[in-house]
């Protein structure tokens, strides 16, 4: 099976910076859409960012401006740069693959996850 790792968070101050790091353990990585999830406490998890093999990006609007995507798909990673992080960032924060077809969805299991808190 295909194991996700995401590292790379911990607590910031409102206007601080993380750089989120996933690394997944599959050979056709490069092929995948890769996105970033966020889950806050009582809500559900929510996409944030994407970026496809070619490296388009997309955003949600929340975080458009301030977050960045990047993989590196020699080393089957993906990676989110949070700039300008503000308290209602917080979440814990996943990777995994997406497919539109036949129906929009997540491709491996999640993995752990990253707890991100923004707090003063």
């Known amino acids: 099976q295909v194991q996700l790792v995401e590292s790379g968070g911990g607590l910031v101050q409102p206007g601080g910076s993380l750089r989120l790091s996933c690394a997944a353990s599959t050979s056709i990585f490069r092929f995948y859409v890769m996105g970033w999830y966020r889950q806050a406490r009582g809500k559900e998890r929510e996409l944030v960012a994407r970026i496809t093999g070619g490296g388009i990006t997309a955003y949600e609007n929340a975080v458009k401006g301030r977050f960045t995507i990047s993989r590196d798909n020699a080393r089957n990673s993906v990676f989110l740069q949070m700039d300008s992080l503000k308290p209602e960032d917080t979440a814990v924060y996943y990777c995994?693959?997406?497919?539109?077809?036949?129906?929009?969805?997540?491709?491996?299991?999640w993995g752990q996850g990253t707890q991100v808190t923004v707090s003063s």
């Open positions: 995994n693959g997406f497919r539109n077809t036949p129906e929009p969805t997540t491709v491996w299991p």
